[in-house]
């Protein structure tokens, strides 16, 4: 073994030549006259390099010993030494000469060497510079060559270029025909539509004046006025409804009939008649300017609007549901499509509300606590009570009727518990009315009994800050929770330890079980992903929600398939959980460090801002539909840190139109969307 690896480098290393038979010498000859002809500059190399930096010597400067060296590098050596590099003898920068003879010599040795990776031209110039003769002959079949060899370069530069040209003009035709595709597509759409809403909107006027003229003819005879009631209820409810439905759901009508004697039901309507004129005037110039008002929204936001039509209208027409979905879900009118009509739900809804009103406001904080920032607003089952918890380690429960019907400087909490920590979230159980789960800071997961203000069961497991707590809406049993130890547990009401673990690579902020399943949970990390997990196998996610720059604070489910998350890159975004795809991107809040809360509802999605504001989305529309911002009424002018106070929580009132939203002061307001 040592005579192979000593045969395999010696030769290289030190250049041996073996002699070689005949044979051999016959085989290889050309290759051995090419290693004699590479070893003599390769040697002549070696004396022509400065023994400090071993490169061809640069300015050559010869000390009193005799050796020469680059100028720049004998300097720099004596400096730190006053000895010659290469026998030792004492030297200093006095006893240094030009030597101008071996800068000669490199100078032609430079010139006379051309590189063996030099191209033709390289080699032909350096020639020339050499003084090679060329004869004025031999010089034109050259310029001969080379025009040729131009032209043809030339050309071929052209073609390419061409083909280029080509082929972009070739994809731009392809692009811009498949948009006039779309947009004729488009074109047909709405065409189809403006066909259908006009033949509806026909029919409603003429529903309206076969239902004014019947109501003339009854009022105008008095024998008729027992059985007038009921035909037209029942001959015209139907229209009269949809009519209400395409003003956007406008009241309950004009007109309430009880089953009281008819003698009051004509003088209640005589007055009517007399009075039309004006009535029905006034009522035009309202309904006129409400109209307007909606208008108006329309146009803010029309390329978002835009949007939602051609995608819902495209979306029906690529992927057609299958009818019995059609006949259950969509309304049947004639000409009208399924993404017309869901368009036009989302119009309605969309411009029914432009403000948020503020119908009650309590203060969450006391004389004792400085601290009164609101974490975490909750509902209960029945919609009848919220708690609500923060930094003053308390968890109160007050009586919404009692909030907004009563009026008062301070509001009395129906439930006070206090525990040892700061609180960073709530949940009601669905189910079980009186209880609640809290999580907090020392990350403690807590149920509480609110009849008794005991806790039922305590779980110690988290070793960091438990940022978030759920109870599943179809297992009431079972609830989760997220912490800063970068660990999900599940736990079970009927026993004392965590039933579930997933170990995670980041700090948990959030998680949610979906309404729809005891199995399915979406988690939100500080490492900007959603995880979604299927509990019954936790070894990998069943999903991986990316978009958000940063952490992903808050996860709500809108249904079982839909998905909101918020985070401090100040978004939000909607995700289906079901197809595995990013819908929609919420923009117009701020929020870059704080818990500012998230909620949602069917239609709506709302946050809070660290600008002391609640934004309010419709799902459907990227931009705010309406905000509020916490007036100054509550904040002292002389405070100084009245420009940092943010939201730090908000809760729809179930599907309604109604909100409970908190601040940083520790002020909480009910809100109700307005038009």
Request: proline share 3%.
């Amino acid at each position: 073994m040592g005579e192979v690896s000593t045969g395999a480098v010696v030769p290289a290393v030190k250049g041996e030549v073996k002699p070689l038979s005949a044979a051999g010498q016959a085989e290889t000859g050309g290759a051995t006259a090419a290693e004699t002809v590479e070893v003599g500059p390769a040697e002549l190399d070696k004396d022509l390099l400065c023994p400090i930096c071993m490169e061809i010597i640069k300015d050559a400067f010869l000390t009193a010993c005799g050796h020469s060296f680059c100028y720049m590098c004998i300097i720099t050596h004596l400096q730190n030494k006053n000895d010659c590099p290469c026998c030792g003898h004492y030297l200093t920068n006095n006893q240094l000469y030009p030597n101008f003879l071996l800068d000669k010599l490199l100078k032609k040795t430079s010139v006379r060497q051309i590189p063996k990776n030099a191209s033709p031209v390289e080699q032909f110039h350096q020639a020339l510079q050499q003084g090679c003769e060329v004869s004025v002959k031999e010089l034109d079949t050259l310029l001969k060559l080379l025009a040729e060899k131009k032209r043809k370069l030339e050309q071929e530069e052209s073609e390419r270029n061409m083909h280029i040209l080509l082929d972009f003009l070739h994809c731009l035709r392809k692009q811009k025909v498949d948009e006039l595709n779309e947009i004729q597509t488009d074109l047909q759409f709405i065409k189809e539509d403006v066909n259908a809403v006009e033949r509806h909107r026909i029919d409603l006027f003429r529903a309206r004046d076969r239902y004014l003229m019947k109501l003339r003819m009854h009022a105008d005879d008095p024998t008729a006025t027992k059985s007038w009631p009921s035909s037209i209820a029942k001959n015209n409810g139907g229209l009269i409804s949809s009519s209400r439905n395409a003003q956007g759901g406008m009241g309950m009508g004009n007109f309430q009939y009880k089953k009281a004697d008819g003698k009051a039901q004509v003088s209640t309507l005589a007055p009517q008649r007399k009075e039309s004129s004006g009535g029905l005037g006034s009522e035009h110039m309202s309904q006129s300017g409400l109209a307007v008002v909606r208008k108006k929204r329309v146009h803010a936001q029309f390329n978002d609007l835009q949007e939602c039509y051609l995608q819902k209208r495209r979306q029906w027409a690529n992927h057609p549901r299958n009818q019995e979905e059609r006949e259950t879900n969509v309304i049947h009118r004639e000409g009208y499509t399924a993404g017309l009509t869901e368009f036009q739900s989302v119009l309605t809804t969309f411009t029914r509300y432009s403000r948020l009103r503020v119908i009650a406001e309590l203060r969450h904080g006391d004389l004792f606590h400085t601290a009164n920032i609101v974490s975490s607003i909750e509902f209960d089952r029945d919609d009848e009570l919220f708690a609500t918890a923060g930094v003053s380690r308390r968890i109160k429960v007050f009586d919404f009727s009692s909030v907004v019907n009563e009026p008062a400087d301070v509001h009395c909490p129906v439930v006070e518990m206090s525990t040892r920590s700061k609180l960073s979230c709530l949940s009601w159980n669905k189910f079980t009315k009186n209880h609640i789960a809290s999580s907090d800071y020392e990350g403690i997961v807590t149920v509480w009994d609110v009849t008794t203000r005991q806790s039922v069961m305590e779980y110690e497991e988290h070793e960091k800050r438990a940022w978030s707590v759920d109870f599943s809406r179809t297992e009431p049993s079972m609830l989760v929770s997220g912490s800063d130890d970068c660990k999900v547990k599940v736990w079970c009401t009927k026993q004392e330890a965590s039933v579930i673990n997933i170990d995670m690579k980041a700090n948990i902020c959030c998680v949610k079980y979906n309404p729809g399943s005891s199995f399915h949970v979406a988690i939100g990390s500080a490492d900007h992903h959603i995880h979604y997990y299927d509990l019954r196998n936790t070894r990998d996610p069943l999903h991986v929600f990316s978009g958000h720059r940063k952490a992903v604070s808050y996860v709500k489910f809108l249904s079982s398939d839909e998905l909101a998350s918020a985070s401090t890159d100040s978004t939000l975004r909607l995700w289906d959980v079901k197809e595995n795809f990013p819908i929609r991107t919420f923009r117009g809040h701020t929020n870059e460090k704080n818990f500012v809360g998230l909620t949602v509802n069917s239609g709506y999605v709302a946050c809070g801002s660290e600008t002391n504001e609640v934004f309010v989305y419709h799902k459907a529309i990227s931009r705010p539909v309406t905000w509020h911002k916490f007036g100054s009424a509550e904040v002292d002018v002389s405070d100084e840190d009245a420009g940092s106070y943010f939201i730090s929580a908000v809760c729809w009132k179930s599907d309604s139109p109604t909100m409970l939203a908190a601040n940083s002061q520790g002020t909480i307001k009910v809100l109700v969307l307005a038009s």
